[in-house]
């Protein structure tokens, strides 16, 4: 991301690795947990992970996600078969917080909320 994308008063407040085994030589390296001081420094890395795309390190790639709380989580995987279901219909959609499903179809923006409406919004449109 370079040096020059985090301002002076950026820190970690914290970071380890996933309890895991050592990886294989030549495979996968752990997973890090990073708590950010700032939400705004957190904010601008994910906003600038999507603008880059890809990220590597050594030739590993990188990837970046926010950690969402539980119930976030069990909310937001609800959607699991709606978003293969848009993938391969080829409707844009995207997740935004906390649980909320943005679809792009025919220029129109929809947002839904529930598995179950989104489900009935697909099958009205025999998606």
Sequence with gaps: MGPEFFSSSFMVERAHRIPNKKP???GRPR????KI???CDRDKILRRKRELHDLD???NK???YPDYSITTQLKRREFRDIKKRLI???VKYSMMYPA???IVYNDLITFLFSAVEASAWLDA???
């Design 125 to 127: 449109r025999g998606l």
């Design 100 to 102: 909320k499903l943005r």
């Design 24 to 26: 294989q030589v030549g």
């Design 37 to 39: 001081l700032c939400t």
């Design 88 to 90: 391969n219909a080829i």
């Design 31 to 34: 997973s890090i947990l990073a």
């Design 62 to 64: 990188i990837e970046i």
């Design 57 to 59: 390190y050594n030739g």
